[in-house]
């Protein structure tokens, strides 16, 4: 059964910082790409960040210089640094799981981050 499972979200004032961690289990994490996705209401979900089996990022424009994800393949963790966080970061944070190959994708429930100004 495949679980990723998302926590570090809650309140917090601009400018100040979360780090959110998904830990996954039922997949084989290193070799799955690794990705952020963020929903504000009445918004589509979109992309925040991912990191590839290899290591590299991409992030969304409107979080570069503050956004570091990362992944811990020893412990089947991918993790989000948010920095100098801006009430219009405010959102549910998904984690996702993607294997290009297999087309396998899988979507963690959603932790919340507010972010007040």
């Known amino acids: 059964q495949v679980q990723l499972v998302e926590s570090g979200g809650g309140l917090v004032q601009a400018g100040g910082s979360l780090r959110l961690s998904c830990a996954t289990s039922?997949?084989?994490?290193?070799?799955?790409?690794m990705g952020w996705y963020r929903q504000a209401p009445g918004k589509q979900r979109e992309l925040v960040a991912d990191?590839?089996?290899?290591?590299?990022?991409n992030y969304a424009d409107s979080v570069k210089g503050r956004f570091t994800i990362s992944r811990d393949n020893a412990k089947n963790t991918v993790y989000l640094q948010m920095n100098s966080l801006k009430p219009e970061d405010t959102a549910i944070y998904y984690c996702?799981?993607?294997?290009?190959?297999?087309?396998?994708?899988?979507w963690g429930k959603g932790t919340l981050v507010t972010v007040s100004s």
């Open positions: 990191i590839t089996t290899g290591g590299s990022t």
């Open positions: 996702n799981s993607h294997y290009a190959a297999y087309g396998l994708n899988y």
């Open positions: 039922g997949i084989m994490f290193s070799i799955y790409v």
